[in-house]
């Protein structure tokens, strides 16, 4: 009989010890965000109140399009923060409007009593997040455009978690921001891994679609979950720290962020052809093989737009 117990007694123990073996990968998972926070271009010596919030040339002005226009921006957070994750905004412009209409979360906006979920009126939308230049994460303009506004303000208002705020694992910025995209699919949104806060499903879901839309993601609270859609590819989330395979643009999306495994994949045409509306005159051949979230592009890019 002792022997019969040995094989269900080996068997309970390897359900015990797996999850003990997946938090082993933390460490590992972590290298990349510390590898930026060591090396990589953040500023962490600027006070965020003399941080500068400049426009990056990346939207063009109100007056010079007429079309509506929506744009999602991510940019890295504030100082040490900024090595594991970014902040992302929804900018709108309706047809023929001189203003575009920014809508974001700010942890802040709680301790002053306010709701973390900020709506203002700009004349520019793709400023810099306390010195991190944005990144344009995905772009809708045209006809059609205005109805999606209207579904992106509904959205807006049943974001279930405008008086919390968490930086890890959510509720934050990009969890309103998925929300939002889950609400409007047509945007076809893909967060990319950096976007901590985006696996935090609201209303207490377990399962839902992917921010873009094109597929399911299963999510415990955030801190454990496994997606897999047409756009963002196949991801896991251990503890907000994400890890995967996109297939729709050949990359490895990693905690500090995406690695492209073909060079030469026109990753940045969206943030290209924005600047290119925009009047900033930047070469589209450029951008594809080194991306306007490089360094050079993007002081090139706020070059251009101060001229």
């Known amino acids: ?23 082993l990968l933390v460490p590992l998972l972590l290298l990349g965000p510390l590898g930026v926070l060591a090396f990589g271009d953040l500023d962490l010596n600027t006070h965020w109140s003399r941080a500068e919030t400049a426009s990056s040339g990346l939207a063009p002005e109100p007056q010079d399009e007429p079309a509506a226009l929506i744009q999602v921006y991510g940019a890295r957070a504030y100082n040490w923060r900024g090595a594991f994750g970014i902040h ?7 047809h023929d409007a001189r203003h575009y209409r920014v809508y974001q979360v700010i942890g802040w906006n709680l301790y002053r009593g306010r709701s973390a979920v900020s709506v203002s009126h700009v004349e520019k939308p793709d400023f810099s997040w306390f010195n991190a230049c944005p990144d344009l994460l995905v772009e809708r303009r045209g006809p059609g455009v205005d109805a999606l506004i209207d579904r992106i303000e509904a959205a807006v208002t049943t974001y279930p978690s405008p008086d919390e705020y968490r930086v890890w694992p959510g509720p934050n910025s990009n969890s309103f921001t998925a929300h939002v995209a889950r609400q409007v699919p047509e945007l076809g949104l893909d967060l990319p891994p950096t976007a901590i806060g985006k ?109």
């Open 88 to 94: 992302t905004w929804i900018a709108t412009k309706r």
């Open 1 to 23: 009989m002792s022997r019969n117990l040995q094989p269900e007694k080996n068997t309970r123990s390897k359900w015990i010890l797996w999850p003990y073996r997946t938090l």
């Open 199 to 307: 696996d935090y499903l609201t209303d207490g879901k377990l399962f839902d679609l992917m921010p873009s839309g094109s597929g399911w993601q299963f999510s415990l609270f955030g801190l454990l979950g496994v997606g897999l859609a047409r756009e963002e590819g196949i991801e896991l989330n251990l503890l907000g720290l994400s890890v995967g395979i996109d297939f729709n643009d050949l990359a490895l999306r990693l905690p500090e962020g995406e690695r492209k495994l073909d060079r030469h994949a026109p990753g940045s045409e969206v943030q290209a052809r924005a600047l290119l509306a925009g009047g900033q005159g930047v070469d589209v051949d450029n951008v594809r093989r080194h991306g306007v979230g490089e360094k050079q592009d993007r002081g090139e890019a706020r070059a251009a737009h101060s001229d």
